[in-house]
């Protein structure tokens, strides 16, 4: 496809710049969080975008489906949904065979709208596809469709009839994001857009075969030994009571991150360092997905908790 990985590198940087703006004919704002999606893209990722309603979650998601010329299924999770529902089951046909019928799952984008409204039975049916990319019916596995990313959301302020993602399911996630609300500006322009009756036609931008080119690239770029150890350092120092952890982790921070945080930190880096035309990544690349792929990993105590303190600010005090 290109002459070298520094060709391909190139391209890739060019490529991003184009997929970002052609987002943005109909995502207004949102810049930080359209990046970190891009990114759990090429870094063959999961994302859980978190934010109120009506911040336009599902027309992101649908836009960068759409853009990468991927195919889309939206699943609304809800408290009656079964497993069933999102991975398929057998039917028995006319042929009195058994015959398993696809469910949603089967698709390269899959928004799980509003995961935390079903039970943990039905939300562990994602587990799988999400880690192994398959699911398995029966006793027989069934391969999903290459690139394969689940791309959740969450509403943060009504918690009432909802269930929390097990710590286990939360680590399948590359990036947890939280959208915030648009400036003064961005919501004029998202007022004006979406009530004049324009619709806007969305050009494909990239295919999947490039998509699963760029991914194997990413992993390919090579990274200094002391930004790798930096990265493994800042995962490690948010565990508590180990030698040398420092007094404000153990004192707010019942559990840190894991081994995953820092594979994620170091290819997180890599991409972020691509989409900016560099060819191996610094420590600022490493800052730059650190907040991101560690807020959901590391969970405060109940002293943090009376303190005020959020996880977000124990993290950017740890950088």
């Not at 999400?130 to 398995?136: A, F, L, P």
């Not at 036609?201 to 998509?211: F, Q, R, V, W, Y």
Request: glycine share 4%; hydrophobic share 40%; with cysteine.
């Amino acid at each position: 496809m290109y002459n070298n990985d520094v060709e391909a590198l190139d391209a890739f940087a060019a490529k991003y710049k184009e997929l970002k703006a052609e987002v943005a004919r109909v995502i207004v704002g949102q810049d930080e969080v359209v990046k970190n999606i891009l990114i759990s893209v090429f870094c063959d990722g999961h994302s859980l975008l978190i934010g109120v309603p009506g911040l336009a979650k599902t027309l992101m998601v649908h836009t960068i489906a759409d853009v990468l010329d991927l195919s889309f299924n939206r699943i609304q999770f809800t408290p009656d949904l079964m497993p069933s529902d999102i991975i398929g089951s057998e039917i028995l046909n006319e042929n009195r065979t058994f015959q398993f019928n696809h469910g949603p799952v089967f698709a390269n984008i899959i928004l799980a709208d509003e995961i935390n409204r079903t039970p943990p039975k039905t939300q562990s049916a994602l587990l799988e596809a999400m880690q192994e990319r398959s699911v398995t019916v029966a006793g027989r596995k069934h391969k999903l469709d290459l690139p394969f990313f689940v791309l959740a959301t969450q509403n943060p302020i009504e918690q009432e009839g909802t269930y929390p993602l097990p710590e286990a399911q939360l680590d399948r996630f590359m990036f947890s994001i939280n959208l915030d609300y648009p400036s003064f500006e961005e919501e004029i322009n998202v007022v004006k857009s979406t009530t004049a009756g324009t619709k806007n036609e969305l050009n494909k931008k990239m295919s999947a075969k490039e998509i699963l080119y760029f991914q194997q690239l990413i992993r390919k770029i090579p990274i200094a030994d002391n930004v790798l150890n930096y990265a493994v350092k800042l995962v490690t120092s948010t565990r508590p009571n180990r030698t040398g952890s420092l007094a404000s982790v153990n004192n707010y921070i019942s559990w840190g991150a894991g081994p995953r945080a820092s594979q994620y930190l170091v290819l997180g880096a890599k991409c972020h360092a691509a989409i900016r035309g560099k060819y191996s990544p610094d420590i600022e690349d490493v800052q730059a997905v650190a907040l991101p792929i560690m807020r959901h990993r590391v969970f405060k105590n109940y002293k943090a908790e009376a303190e005020g303190l959020s996880i977000d600010k124990i993290i950017t005090d740890l950088l």
